[in-house]
C-alpha cells in the first residue's frame, strides 16, 4: 500500500475513534494560554504515528504532541486534532490533518472532518478533491463572498492590530466567520465555500496538509514565516493582493 493510501486508512480509522469519543468523558489539561490537550489528541496522535511506522519504520514524524522522532527526508507532518477547543466543547468542527514531504517538498494532503464524513486531499500537481470529487476555489466577486478570520485567541497582546486589519477586511469582503480549525479553514477555501482565509501566528503541523489541497484547487497563497509561527493569507483568484494591501493597511 502507498503512503498515500495509508494515510487515507488511517486518516478514516482515527476518525472514526474521534467520533466515539466525542461527547464522552475524556481529560484536558491546558498547555499554555488558551491551547489545550485532551487524551483523545494524545490517543490519536499515538494511532497515527504506530501505522506509520509499522508500514514506514524509516520515515520522520513530526506531530503537535509529541514532537519529532527520526531523521530522514521522508516526513509525515500530523495534527491529530486541529480544533481541539471544537472537539471539547461537542462543536463539529475539527479535523484529522496529515501531510507528507520528501526532500522540504509536501507531496500530499489529507484533512478528514469527522463530524461531517468529509475527507479532503490533495496530490503535487493533481489537483484537490472532497470525498473523490473534484473542487476549486470559489468564482465570486469578493463583496459577495465570506472570508474566514481567525482572531489572535492564544496571543492576546496582537488582539488590537488584528482587529484594525480585521475592520478594513469587511470593506472588501460581504462577511467573515470563524471556525476553529486552520485546516478545516483552508479546505473551506478550496472547495468554494469562502473566498479568504487570514490567520497569524500558526505552526506547520496546523496548516501543512490545508496549504497543498488550497494550492491545488485554485487558491493564491501568502505566507510568512516567524521564530516557529507562520502567518497565512490564502484567497480565491485575483483577490490576493487587495486582501493583503487591507491586512497592512
Not at 127 to 132: E, F, K, P, R, T
Not at 201 to 222: F, P
Amino acid at each position: 500500500m502507498s503512503r498515500f493510501e495509508t494515510a487515507l486508512e488511517i486518516a478514516r480509522e482515527v476518525s472514526s475513534f474521534l467520533r466515539s469519543s466525542a461527547g464522552k468523558g475524556f481529560s484536558i489539561e491546558e498547555k499554555a494560554l488558551n491551547d489545550y490537550v485532551t487524551d483523545s489528541d494524545r490517543r490519536a496522535e499515538t494511532m497515527i504515528r504506530e501505522r506509520i511506522l509499522k508500514e514506514f519504520p524509516d520515515d520522520e514524524i513530526l506531530g503537535e504532541e509529541y514532537g519529532v522522532s527520526g531523521a530522514s527526508k521522508r516526513l509525515w507532518i500530523i495534527d491529530p486534532i486541529d480544533g481541539t477547543v471544537n472537539y471539547m466543547n461537542h462543536f463539529p468542527f475539527y479535523t484529522v490533518s496529515i501531510a507528507y514531504e520528501e526532500n522540504g517538498e509536501t507531496v500530499f494532503g489529507i484533512v478528514s472532518v469527522p463530524e461531517q464524513g468529509e475527507i479532503f486531499y490533495a496530490k503535487k500537481g493533481e489537483g484537490a478533491y472532497l470525498n473523490s470529487e473534484k473542487i476549486a476555489v470559489s468564482t465570486l466577486e469578493s463583496h459577495k463572498a465570506l472570508a474566514i478570520l481567525v482572531p489572535p485567541h492564544r496571543h492576546h497582546e496582537e488582539l488590537d492590530g488584528y482587529l484594525t486589519s480585521m475592520r478594513r477586511l469587511y470593506e472588501i469582503y460581504s462577511d467573515v466567520r470563524s471556525i476553529g480549525s486552520a485546516a478545516l479553514s483552508l479546505c473551506y477555501l478550496a472547495s468554494g465555500r469562502v473566498s479568504c482565509y487570514y490567520e497569524r501566528l500558526l505552526h506547520i503541523y496546523d496548516v501543512a496538509a490545508g496549504l497543498l489541497i488550497a494550492k491545488e484547487a485554485g487558491a493564491e497563497i501568502a505566507f510568512d514565516c516567524h521564530d516557529s509561527f507562520i502567518d497565512v493569507i490564502a484567497t480565491s483568484q485575483g483577490l490576493l493582493e487587495k486582501t493583503r494591501d487591507a491586512i497592512d493597511g
